[in-house]
Every structure is written in structure tokens, then in C-alpha cells.
């Protein structure tokens, strides 16, 4: 056999491993003959998969399909989420949250804690290593985490396990997270960036289930983007893809930390709307690329929300005028990639739900009609958890991979 077709044939096999795991997410139980029915396979191929996934400990024998029309009743088999866990972790610029999940996606428990304004390099890690620390402490299913995943900005590597130098968290740049966690938990870590992480949870536990490809937009503090075609995320750099964030809008726009002008980050992120509103307030000029890195003075991204929902109307404006860049953004995916749906997630989106209709509309409006009219653009299930979430599944994905490769 030669090379290229083993590593095929192993690829085909660690889909179908992943295959099994996402529909018993789905469906709860199944018999191995539904389960061949919908995956296309044939029984033996699936008897094989079953009998692996069970010694490995994914899935259980769920007692009897009673509902067989006649004969004898078949087995039906479930996912057993007892038995395998990870930690999912989710670095944020202003807080991190830890938490131990199981493999239908529940947290079993969580913490979180906020790092201090300006927190230097070792403040910040300290706080990222004792939030894992805490869960891991307080966690009587030790023995059964299987590793950790860290969804943190980028631009990061992941191969290296190093964030690189994401604006708004300077703590965090040039810092190996990945060894600092193993070497402080003994427990194997992942990194992947914040949006990917968030679009890999969304597809397995929220709203992108049942579809084939998927853009995840991260509205927030920054604005990112993690893409999911056939069934599987886009990572076709080291460092990552789908950096929506530097999609330009505008020619003449401000000036964004990546050195390009009119960016959407630049134009629609949260510090970009904080800036205007700011603006506007204090009567002085705020630039993007300066104030990712210094003290802000006035509206800070906690107030923001809040402020909108109080009905202020600047940063109510200020957020629509985001949403309608986002919305032309997608509008260019849109008629690019067609993919299935597009989830907008993000403390934008998630706390003040008028962003999103705002995307929506201008997204459809700016689109191709013949093309919007098959996509579903739709708000995130996940919410607040996605990266969390996300992180914890980036280590499901990795095992049910790697175990598989072992033959
Ligand atoms: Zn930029």
C-alpha cells in the first residue's frame, strides 16, 4: 500500500470515528444498523468502529431498541459521558474561565477570574495556571480528564503552543502557554485560536449541528472568525485563517494595529466602538491602534452593554454602525464560500441582540439573493460558553484523531 493511500484510509477512519461521536450527540441512542444506515458504511465496518469506541470508553451499550418493529431487539448504543473528560479553557483579553466538561458538552463545574488592568506577563499566566489549578483541585474526576484546551486571541501557533502578539492582551505575548500548563498539570494541552475554538464548540454542541460548513464570527473586544467546510475546521496555516477582523471596509478608514487601514476590527470591534463613543464623550481623538495597549479613560468594554441597554443613544448608534460593517463583511463571505450558516457569537451579539438583527439584514441585503435565500444566519447557542465549550471539545477532536492514527 503505498503512503499517500494508508494516510488516507487513516484520515477516512478518524472521520468516521468523529462521525459516530456526532451522531450519537445528536440522536442519543442509535443501533449499529441506523448508525451504518446514516453514515453510509457498511454493519461490519460499523460493528468495528463501535467495538473501538467502547474499549476506548466514548460510547456504552444503552440497553434495547423496544421499538423494533419484530425479532429480536437490537442493542442500541450511546455515548458514556462518564468516563472521559477534559478541561476547556477560555483566555479572554480582560478574564479567563476554566472548566471540566464531559463529552455531551456539560460543564460539570467552572471558575473564572479576571485579570488585574495592565497585568504583566507573570500576573497574567499566574492567573490562567491557578484557574486550572482551582478546577482541578476541586474536581473529584481527576483521573478521567484527558487533557486541557486553551482557547486564547491570536495570532498564536499552535504547533508551538506559543501566543504570539494578540493586541489587546500583551501579558500574553510571546508566552509558550501550552508547555507552562503541561508543566504545572502534567496534563497534555491544545491551543487553538479563540474564533476556531468557538466555531469547533458551535458545530458540535450549538447551533452549527447538522451542517456541513460553517463561519463562526466572533463580535467582541476584537472581531474574529473560525470556518468549519466539510464537517471540519479550517486550518490550513499553522497560524490560522478567516482573520475576518482584517477584511478591509473601508479605504480610508482609521488606522488598525495590523498596519492596514479601514479594517473591519478597526471599524466594528468593540474597542473600535468604544473609541467613537469615547470620541464623542471626552471630545479627544482615540486612535485603534493605541488604545488596545493603554489605560482607556472614560466607556470601558464592560460598560458598554449595559450602556446601550440603559438606551444611550451614541453607543446605541455606535453599535448599529458595527453591525451594519459586520453585515457588509459577511455579505462578501457570503457570496465567496456559500456556507450553510453563519453564527454570530461574541459579547456583541450575545448581550444585546439588536446587533445581530443588524448584521442580519445588511448581511441579506448585500448579498446575493439566489445564495442568502440557502444560508441560515442565525445568533450563537453557546453564548458566553462558546470558547469555553470549544476549548474542552478541541481535545475530544484530538483524541478521537490521535487513537485512531495508532494502527
Ligand atoms: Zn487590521
Not at 461490519?44 to 473501538?52: C, D, F, G, I, S
Not at 453599535?319 to 453563519?342: D, F, K, W
Request: one cysteine or more; hydrophobic letters at 40%; charged letters at 20%.
Amino acid at each position: 500500500m503505498n503512503n499517500s493511500v494508508g494516510k488516507n484510509n487513516r484520515h477516512v477512519r478518524n472521520m468516521n470515528r468523529i462521525g459516530v461521536i456526532s451522531l450519537l450527540r445528536d440522536y442519543g441512542s442509535l443501533t449499529k444498523a441506523e448508525i451504518a444506515a446514516k453514515m453510509d458504511l457498511t454493519f461490519t465496518a460499523v460493528n468495528n468502529l463501535v467495538e473501538e469506541l467502547m474499549q476506548e470508553g466514548w460510547i456504552m451499550d444503552a440497553g434495547y431498541d423496544v421499538d423494533a418493529y419484530r425479532g429480536r431487539k437490537p442493542k442500541l448504543i450511546s455515548l458514556n459521558p462518564d468516563d472521559i473528560y477534559t478541561i476547556g479553557v477560555h483566555v479572554d483579553p480582560t478574564f479567563v474561565r476554566a472548566g471540566v466538561m464531559n463529552l455531551q458538552g456539560n460543564m460539570i463545574m467552572e471558575e473564572r477570574r479576571d485579570f488585574e488592568d495592565n497585568a504583566n506577563r507573570g500576573s497574567v499566566v499566574n492567573v490562567i495556571i491557578s484557574t486550572i489549578q482551582a478546577v482541578l483541585d476541586q474536581s473529584e474526576l481527576k483521573s478521567r480528564i484527558i487533557g486541557i484546551g486553551i482557547a486564547a486571541p491570536g495570532p498564536l501557533d499552535p504547533i508551538q503552543g506559543k501566543i504570539l502578539s494578540p493586541p489587546n492582551i500583551p501579558g500574553l505575548h510571546q508566552v509558550r502557554l501550552k508547555g507552562l500548563i503541561e508543566e504545572n498539570t502534567e496534563l497534555p494541552t491544545y491551543m487553538e485560536k479563540d474564533a476556531n475554538a468557538m466555531a469547533l464548540g458551535e458545530q458540535w454542541y450549538g447551533n452549527g449541528r447538522h451542517f456541513n460548513s460553517m463561519l463562526y464570527v466572533n463580535a467582541d473586544m476584537s472581531i474574529g472568525s473560525g470556518l468549519i467546510l466539510d464537517q471540519k475546521l479550517y486550518r490550513v496555516s499553522p497560524f490560522g485563517a478567516g482573520e475576518i477582523g482584517h477584511c478591509t471596509i473601508d479605504m480610508d478608514g482609521p488606522r488598525c494595529y495590523c498596519g492596514n487601514h479601514g479594517c473591519l476590527d478597526a471599524m466594528a470591534s468593540g474597542m473600535a466602538i468604544i473609541n467613537s463613543v469615547n470620541e464623542k464623550r471626552l471630545g479627544t481623538h482615540c486612535s485603534h491602534e493605541s488604545s488596545l495597549v493603554n489605560d482607556q479613560h472614560g466607556l470601558n468594554m464592560s460598560d458598554l452593554i449595559p450602556a446601550a441597554h440603559d438606551g444611550d443613544p451614541n453607543v446605541v448608534q455606535c453599535l448599529i454602525n458595527s453591525a451594519q460593517y459586520v453585515g457588509i463583511a459577511l455579505a462578501n463571505i457570503m457570496n465567496l464560500l456559500t456556507p450553510e450558516t453563519i453564527i454570530i457569537g461574541g459579547s456583541l451579539a450575545n448581550q444585546y441582540p439588536d446587533f445581530f438583527e443588524h448584521v442580519k439584514e445588511t448581511a441579506y441585503k448585500r448579498s446575493l439573493s439566489s445564495f442568502h435565500n440557502q444560508m441560515v444566519l442565525q445568533p450563537s447557542e453557546l453564548g458566553e460558553h462558546a470558547g469555553m465549550v470549544g476549548a474542552g471539545t478541541i481535545v475530544f477532536e484530538k483524541y478521537l484523531s490521535e487513537m485512531g492514527d495508532k494502527e
